[in-house]
């Protein structure tokens, strides 16, 4: 089955333009790979327009493979060049004020 | 000579709290006041009787008379108050054989035991409970309550409440613990905020009522400002007959009817996301699609019009001649545009038959290649969903032709459990694919449906479900106009069913 | 020794090899004869002494109870293989780990270092279970790791590694090893190397030549030996090593004398083999099983848009490409030139040397170095087709250096001192020479500018050709209750791999009930229906397992992990109980009974003339074809069956492998003639229905039933055949109620159920129903006939063939 190629388009995962070349591809791929492996901080996450991922060697591996293929490039050029622009973390939606927390307990029917 | 008077002012205190359950109305009041009167004049008859009895040395009968005459008077209170918050479930389960006179007081122990696991802190309860409810067959809306209650003490709050609320399912019926279903149902939904859940409950008298659920039915009319809710003194007084008055005060309190509805208001759907028109069709379409991924709930006009984004993109000379391009540039296999075009097609449809099940949503109305697609894919995904699930089910019935040879029914309750949610999927599925899915989905269940209860009926005696099956089966019959099994449903519900309640 | 040392292994069928390359030169191992291949051969004498190789192949002939060759072929399967002189039996893996022992050996003792850790090749297209018994038989040959790589991207390799015109443009491997064909079109630009496409044919080697010759060279004897005659199976060994011989001699010259020295002993007559054989009747016997390695050549040029001609060369692999008919074929039919200058017999282990490199994976035992400096992890390429790869690194312990430097070996280079981040990590890349090994020498300066001294002082890059991760062989996925499979690796997944999906349970799992099991069964294959797919372990998540009941349509998270040794991982996660369950099955390659292969061909067979009379009734021209295609396979697996039943175990699992592709292939067929039956199905389902609701129907069946029909009308429109399959279920339900209604019905109905008593769970009841059921009949008692008929319907076992085919899977 094939995935919608938002969160995790291949130029996405690997941070690099739609029109990287197939060699800067394999050298941001080996690089992320070390930084990985070695536990850079800012290697842990990619930008999407879902907002961030978390970025592991296997998603890096896949998408430096998918990239290899030309057929696999161009539909992952296709929504990577026109998707909208990454967007930040949101913050956490905040808690819902509708209920009473903790009534059940109180009631006497359990927590 | 205060013998008889003793007995009848006894059944009567009895009669006034099986009568409240029956009322939502000033009734319940009434009838609540009406037992507290007489519960205090027992109290105190009984207490001076037990008192002149110890005086004249026959201590004795003031130990039968505590026994006989008081405690099944403070059971309820003690149980509630007492022993479920210390988690005693054992001495929960023999001292509520004392509370409740009439039949099949097991029932009630067993499912009091169970809400004692609740606060029981060595976690080693529920087997115990387990094998009291497993003795018990065939299965009746105690091992069904019982069942839940201990999957809320487990704190499987999602398992627990279609499972409370599937014993209004079942034929067998003990009021005293459909109390206890009905009371943790509405303050779940309080404590989730649901006031409307309950306020519907309250309206159908789908569970009896107590006290306190009677309080909360009236804190949920006003909060929605449902037609007939009390007003402040009613309110006040039925507040005064519940349990738990100090934590309740506040609900009371914040119990204000909505302000009333502005005219011109819009309806309470997510604004819709509106996007830059001069954007071309493909980015379009992304964004559409993007804004319908991130929603909370997808409306259907967002569904559709996310699909309709599509399948201009699709159709949009520049997406084909941009991909025409690309592919000569990247030296693409032959056929690559068409293959793409495919493959984002599927994986469009896909994503969103996944948003549309999530939300339960219907097939959109747009009749595009994305639009056929995804009603189509919708429609085959719910069937095939539903069909796997009957299909499962009913294999039981033949597992010894079966390889995996797992023998005969399972327990009871997991039996039930398996209906039940067969019973709920069919629901989701027939609610978001509207009456052409449900026509269609009718049929498959309807054969393994009728052939599962016959078999519970003829081989385990298992009326109760049989029965609630068969109910379900004659309303959906009756839903798609099924002459056949509108027929056959008739015939098997109309079978006397048989439970502890009834039996002589 | 300073250099690294990547190695590689061909672990072949018929003959092994080994090679090391040294990050500049790659070199093929020699043993201890001198040779550079080993023949895949174990002899166990009779004090249980292990003999492995060319002196093990002495005793093919002499004692082929005794000494086991081509096991290759029956890794991952439960067959043991015995030997009755030692009387102790051995699996396959336990073979090939002599194998690889023999060869770790021949590299200790040519390189005086021993290896740990080295790249084996497997055919493209093996399975989990063989991948697995081959990581299994590296360990216990004593490596500590191991990663495995198909056999085509390993020739590729090679073959690229030494190109002198830096390899760009589109080539192919003609791999035609000893018992099965792979061919793998690649693609070499900017100095990375990408398969393109791979086709093959599993059922065509080396082999197949041999037995051509053997059954040519039989077919000449007094007395004829067979292969279904297991006392025929001693001649036909003799035979078969000469027909070998002759046949590696014909390469040569133009003429072979087959001659043995001992008479075969065939039905208790001895015949002597004095026989001529000439090089143009081996090429007119082979002839046609090279012509269909080059129709595989064809399909998958054509397959990626190419013509013959379009090719750039031709890489040729395995011992059968040395003949020179081979060789002549192939250029002639795909219109390029040949390669030359590579070793057809040792290629693929050189490609896997290189590979090994490429992981970074050294050969030598780890060593225990005394950090002599500052400790700095590295990650960088061993090998890089990229002029300018990058270095990361990271300091150990607090206090890193502040600036750092990577100098070049020839002095020419060094790179800008890069910034060491407080955390110790640092980034910077290096200037590699073209085609060369080049070594940096890594400088760090304190805050202060004072040297610091660095473990380790200097890293090794090597320019050339690279490839990617090993990819997936095939298609992993999980068999779901429908009978499809959902996917979860495709096939050319870069591995290792993992990928999660959440699924739903289509039944309740009762808490405490053993027999009560979720199963997730993981299957691989190409075909979207679970049954013809190869069912490689299974996740069972039993009732008695659970910590609470598992309700139907409750979410399971599984995982699926695969490693590049071709292990499998899997792991279920129910977050409606929050309980995790990993324990996966492995399943081996089923044993292939002859009596069963009988069994399972015979039905095909009757499949195949049921589809063919349905393909000419609906004039389906290309089915009729492709059943034309299946009946020839079918034919050479009955060969394989043959062979099988005079104890040929190898022969079985080809059998075996042949008849689930023809059943997959069979499978297309009926897929391809189910539409204009479901069509004719359809109408004939409209019409009756229209008269018997239209005769006995109430108003409102009439109108349903009207929105029915259009609904089948449109959906033969959009030949949507899973909704017109609904919608005839519902006209037929509607046809059903209306029909009921008649008195005719149900005496119809009770003669069709009384014909299938022989079915009925409970005989003696279903008996008893037949004589009150003609009771009723006779009296003409509708009610009572009724329901008899009911009574009989529920005796009537469903169909349980829906749910094998999905191998019992409890998600959806």
Redesign the interface.
């Known amino acids: ?1 094939h995935e919608l190629k938002l969160e995790d388009n291949p130029f996405f995962v690997l941070g690099i333009a739609a029109d990287a ?3 800067e591809i ?2 941001e791929a ?2 992320l ?3 990985l ?5 800012d290697a842990q996450t990619y930008p999407t327009p879902l907002g961030p991922r978390p970025r592991t060697a ?1 998603l890096v ?2 998408a ?2 998918a990239l ?2 030309p057929y696999r490039r161009l539909v992952a050029e296709l929504w990577a060049r026109h998707a909208p622009p990454a967007k930040p973390a949101e913050p956490p939606p905040p808690a819902s004020t509708a209920g009473t927390p903790g009534l059940r307990d109180k009631l006497g029917w359990g927590r | 000579m205060w013998g008889p008077v003793l007995v009848a002012v006894f059944y009567l205190q009895r009669l006034a709290v099986d009568a409240r359950r029956q009322h939502r109305t000033w009734r319940h009041l009434a009838w609540s006041a009406a037992s507290a009167v007489m519960t205090t004049a027992l109290l105190v008859l009984g207490s001076l009787l037990v008192y002149l009895f110890w005086y004249v040395g026959m201590w004795w009968m003031g130990v039968v008379l505590v026994g006989f005459g008081i405690w099944p008077m403070i059971a309820s209170w003690t149980i509630r108050h007492v022993l479920v918050p210390l988690g005693a479930y054992r001495i929960a389960y023999y001292a509520a054989f004392g509370a409740r006179p009439g039949k099949d007081v097991p029932a009630y122990a067993m499912c009091v035991a169970a809400w004692a696991l609740v606060y029981d802190r060595t976690g080693k309860g529920e087997a115990w409970v387990a094998s009291k409810r497993d003795a018990r067959v065939p299965l009746g809306d105690a091992e069904v309550i019982a069942t839940a209650l201990m ?1 809320v003490a ?1 704190g ?1 709050l ?2 627990a409440r279609p499972l409370m609320r599937s014993a209004l399912l079942l034929e067998e019926n003990h009021p005293f613990i459909r109390d206890l279903a009905g009371e943790w149902l509405a303050v779940d939904a309080a404590e989730r905020g649901d006031w409307k859940q309950i306020a519907d409950d309250g309206y159908a008298a789908a569970w009896p009522a107590t006290p306190l659920t009677f309080f909360l039915e009236g804190v949920a009319s006003r909060k929605v400002g449902a037609a007939g809710a009390p007003g402040t003194t009613e309110l006040w007084f039925r507040w005064l007959a519940a349990p738990h008055r100090f934590t309740t005060r506040h609900l009371r309190e914040a119990a204000v009817p909505p302000p009333p509805a502005e005219p011109t208001a819009a309806p309470a759907e997510e604004p819709e996301l509106v996007l830059p028109p001069e954007k071309a069709p493909l980015p379009r379409a992304i964004s559409a699609h993007l804004a319908i991924a991130q929603r909370v709930q997808p409306t259907p006009t967002a569904l559709g019009a996310t699909v309709r984004a599509w399948d201009a993109a699709l159709s949009d000379g520049a997406t084909h001649s941009w991909l025409a391009r690309r592919a000569l540039e990247l030296d693409a ?3 690559a545009v068409d293959r793409a075009l495919r493959e984002v097609a599927l994986v469009v449809t896909d994503d969103l038959a996944r948003i549309a099940d999530a939300a339960r949503l219907g097939s959109p109305a747009s009749h595009g290649p994305i639009g ?1 697609a995804l009603g ?1 894919r919708l ?2 995904g719910r ?3 539903l ?3 009957f ?8 597992d ?8 005969a029914a ?2 009871p ?2 039996e039930w ?2 209906f ?3 019973r ?2 069919y629901a989701a599925a027939v609610l978001a694919g509207g009456p ?1 899915l449900r ?2 989905a009718f ?2 269940a309807f054969t393994t449906g009728s ?1 599962m209860a ?2 519970l009926w003829n081989q385990f005696h298992e009326y109760s479900m049989s029965h609630a099956i068969s109910k379900w089966l004659l309303d959906e019959a009756l839903a798609v ?4 099994a509108i027929e056959l449903g008739n015939r098997n519900t109309s079978l006397y069913v048989r439970t502890r309640m009834n039996e002589d | 020794m300073d250099k690294p040392l990547y190695v590689g292994i061909d672990l072949g069928t018929t003959n092994s090899a080994a090679a090391v390359f040294d990050g500049e030169q790659v070199s093929v191992i020699r043993n201890a004869q001198g040779a550079t291949v080993t023949p895949s051969v174990v002899r166990l004498d009779k004090q249980g002494r292990i003999t492995v190789g060319t002196r093990a192949r002495r005793f093919v002939e002499q004692d082929p109870a005794n000494t086991a060759a081509e096991f290759k072929r029956l890794m991952g399967t439960e067959k043991a293989i015995e030997f009755p002189a030692a009387g102790i039996t051995r699996k396959p893996e336990e073979l090939s780990a002599e194998v690889l022992k023999a060869l770790r050996q021949d590299i200790h003792d040519q390189l005086g270092v021993p290896i740990e850790r080295a790249v084996i090749s497997v055919p493209a297209l093996f399975e989990l279970p063989q991948s697995a018994a081959t990581s299994e038989a590296a360990r216990l040959a004593g490596f500590q790791r191991v990663e495995l790589l198909q056999e085509p991207i390993a020739s590729a390799l090679a073959a690229g590694w030494r190109a002198d015109d830096d390899g760009a443009g589109t080539w192919l491997v003609f791999d035609l090893g000893g018992g099965t064909f792979d061919a793998s079109l690649l693609e070499t ?4 190397l ?1 398969v393109v496409g791979h086709d093959g044919d599993n059922f065509l080697g080396g082999r197949d030549f041999d037995w051509a010759i053997t059954e040519h060279l039989a077919s000449r004897l007094s007395v004829v030996p067979r292969r279904n005659n297991p006392d025929h199976q001693a001649a036909l060994r003799a035979l078969r090593l000469a027909a070998e011989d002759a046949k590696i001699e014909l390469s040569r010259g133009e003429k072979a004398q087959v001659a043995l020295a001992q008479p075969l002993s065939i039905d208790g007559q001895d015949v002597d083999v004095d026989l001529e054989l000439t090089r143009g009747t081996v090429e007119q016997l082979c002839a046609p099983l090279v012509d269909r390695a080059l129709d595989v050549c064809v399909r998958l040029l054509s397959a ?2 190419l013509a013959p001609g379009r090719v750039g060369k031709v890489v040729l692999v395995g011992g059968p490409t040395v003949m020179p008919m081979v060789r002549s074929r192939v250029a002639a039919r795909l219109e390029t030139q040949i390669a030359e200058g590579h070793d057809p017999m040792t290629l693929v282990a050189q490609g896997a040397a290189l590979y090994a490199a490429t992981a970074g994976l050294d050969g030598r035992a780890a060593q225990v170095a005394v950090p002599a400096g500052r400790q700095v ?1 590295l ?3 061993a090998v ?3 002029l ?7 300091f150990v312990g607090d206090n890193p250096p502040a600036k750092i430097k990577l100098v070049r070996g020839d002095g020419a280079w060094s790179s800008p001192e890069a910034t060491v981040g407080p ?1 110790g ?1 640092f ?1 910077t890349s290096v200037t590699l020479l073209p085609r060369r090994a080049c070594t940096f020498a890594i400088e760090a300066r304190g805050a202060g500018g004072e040297v610091v001294n660095v473990t380790p002082p200097a890293i090794t890059i090597v320019q050339g050709l ?1 490839i ?2 090993p ?1 997936l062989s095939r298609t992993l996925g999980v068999a779901l ?2 009978g499809h499979v ?2 979860y690796l495709e096939r ?3 591995l ?3 990928r999660t999906f959440t699924h ?1 349970t ?3 799992v ?4 053993s ?3 979720l199963r997730i069964p993981i299957v691989q294959g190409e075909m979207t229906q679970a049954d013809l797919c190869r069912l490689v372990g299974t996740l069972d998540i039993g009732g008695d397992s659970i ?3 598992v ?4 979410a399971v998270e599984v995982t699926i992990e695969l490693d590049r040794g071709g292990r499998l991982a899997a792991r279920a996660l129910i977050p ?2 929050g309980q995790v369950f990993e324990h996966v099955a492995h399943l081996l390659v089923p044993d292939a009974a002859p009596e069963a292969l009988d069994a399972a061909l015979r039905d095909l067979r009757r499949q195949l003339m049921e589809l063919r009379a349905d393909a000419f009734r609906h004039g389906l021209g290309h089915v009729i074809e492709k059943l034309d295609r299946l009946e020839a396979r079918m034919s050479e697996a009955e060969r394989d069956i043959d062979a099988a039943h005079g104890g040929d175990a190898d022969a079985a699992q080809r059998a075996r492998r042949a008849l689930l592709d023809i059943d997959g292939t069979m499978a297309d067929a009926d897929l391809a003639k189910k539409w204009p039956e479901l069509d004719n199905e359809a109408r004939r389902v409209a019409i009756s229905a229209s008269s018997t609701v239209g005769l006995h129907g ?1 108003d ?2 009439r109108s ?1 039933l009207q929105e029915v029909l259009a ?1 089948m009308d449109k959906a033969r429109k ?1 030949k ?1 055949a ?2 017109l399959e ?2 005839m ?2 006209a037929s ?1 509607l046809s ?2 209306a029909f ?1 209604r008649t008195p005719e019905a149900w005496e119809l109905y009770f003669e069709d159920a009384a014909s299938e008593i022989s079915r009925c ?1 409970d005989l003696p009841k279903a008996n008893r129903l037949v004589t009150e059921g003609k009771a009723a009949l006779d009296r003409g008692d509708t009610t009572e006939l009724r329901r008899v008929v009911k009574a009989l319907w ?1 005796l009537l ?2 169909d ?1 063939e ?3 085919k999905a191998y ?1 899977s ?1 998600v ?1």
């Open positions: 089955m070349s197939r060699i394999e050298r080996q690089k790979l070390g930084m492996e070695l536990g850079f901080v296997e591996r896949a430096v493979a290899r293929d | 999957a487990r499987d999602d398992i296999p032959l056929g056929d189509r429609r085959h069937l095939d969903a069909e796997a699930g299909n499962a089910w009913a294999a039981r019935k033949d010894h032709v079966s390889k995996r040879n797992l023998g399972r327990a309750i997991d459990r398996e039940i949610a067969l709920d999927a052409e026509r269609l049929p498959h052939n016959a078999w106009g099924d002459t056949e | 630009r900017d100095g990375l990408r990626h848009g992890w990650q960088y390429p890089s087709a990229d300018t790869p990058h270095v990361v690194g990271k955390d990590t980034l690279t990617g991760d990819p209750a429908n959902q996917v050319g997944a870069p290792p791999a993992r739903h289509v039944e309740t009762a808490k405490g009930s027999e009560s099991i910590k609470d009941t309700p139907t349509g409750s409606a109980i109430t409102a069946e349903l609904a959009e949507d899973a909704e609904r919608q279920r519902l339900r059903g109620a009921n769970t529920a076992p469903e349980s829906a749910r094998r019992d409890g959806r």
